[in-house]
């Protein structure tokens, strides 16, 4: 089983940020030697789940993996309730949505369906969000403690991903208290220039939180005045996914919800569509 243990831990690293890695840099990360990282490797190459450049001597993701990967989303009861609401929530609103969900401390971006005003900043489907900064991942944090908020900033940090990044422990723990009591979290600007988003949770079976539902859209089309309502359109497809996936109760919607400090103080109407 320890082989399978260090198997599994390498091949864990080809989930992160990196497009391809060596053997040189798994073995750093890893502290495993590199004539052992080099056999499993070899193992995996042979066997479809991953590919290696010989040029570089790099290796990447292979089409095994991506068909491992796709068995999760085509067979999975949320992602498959979710998909026909994404879509309907995009046509209404005209926005690109996404759907995350919590892996341990991290917030995967597993489903998206792109908008009219889709913008190319980089974020992929299967990447990891970071905590600090995605409205998507504050959902999950709006539900933890103080404590454990603490222990994900000091082991994560709260690095600058542009200018408009939140970097203060108690500013982030703020928005994370006004997320839970509103039900929305926001993020203007934080992750990349020009996007913004919006996230509502998704809840389960016994009101468990499932998982985030994101709008994304460029930073001018919404303000302070069409963010209420483009938010009650979320609430409303977050509710009926979460009913789809056996959730008794939705919490939140129908609120005579304002916006505060965060959103733009002006910008072109968007629009969402009439209910």
């Not at 570089?56 to 990967?69: D, K, M, S």
Request: overall charge neutral; hydrophobic content about 40%; some cysteine.
């Amino acid at each position: 089983m320890k082989s399978l243990d260090a198997a599994l831990k390498l091949l864990s690293q080809f989930t992160g940020e990196e497009a391809e890695i060596s053997v040189s840099e798994l073995s750093a990360k890893t502290g495993m030697p590199k004539s052992q990282v080099s056999k499993i490797l070899l193992t995996f190459r042979k066997n479809g789940f991953l590919e290696k450049d010989d040029a570089t001597q790099r290796y990447n993701v292979g089409p095994r993996a991506f068909a491992l990967g796709s068995r999760f989303v085509n067979r999975n009861p949320l992602t498959r309730a979710a998909l026909p609401v994404m879509r309907e929530l995009t046509e209404r609103s005209g926005h690109s949505t996404r759907l995350c969900i919590r892996v341990d401390y991290d917030v995967l971006y597993m489903l998206g369906i792109e908008g009219p005003h889709f913008i190319d900043t980089g974020w992929r489907v299967g990447q990891w969000m970071p905590l600090h900064a995605s409205s998507a991942a504050r959902i999950f944090l709006a539900e933890a403690d103080e404590a454990e908020i603490d222990h994900i900033v000091s082991q994560r940090g709260m690095p600058a991903l542009t200018a408009k990044t939140v970097q203060d422990p108690d500013e982030l723990k703020a928005m994370l208290r006004e997320a839970h009591a509103k039900g929305f979290a926001r993020n203007y600007g934080e992750t990349a220039r020009g996007l913004s988003t919006l996230s509502v949770p998704i809840f389960g079976q016994g009101g468990v939180l499932a998982a985030s539902l994101t709008i994304a859209f460029p930073t001018h089309v919404v303000d302070a005045d069409s963010e209420p309502d483009l938010v009650e359109m979320m609430h409303r497809s977050a509710r009926t996914l979460s009913q789809k996936i056996g959730s008794e109760v939705y919490p939140y919607g129908n609120l005579n919800i304002r916006s505060v400090s965060q959103a733009p103080a002006s910008a072109e109407q968007t629009a969402v569509g009439a209910d």
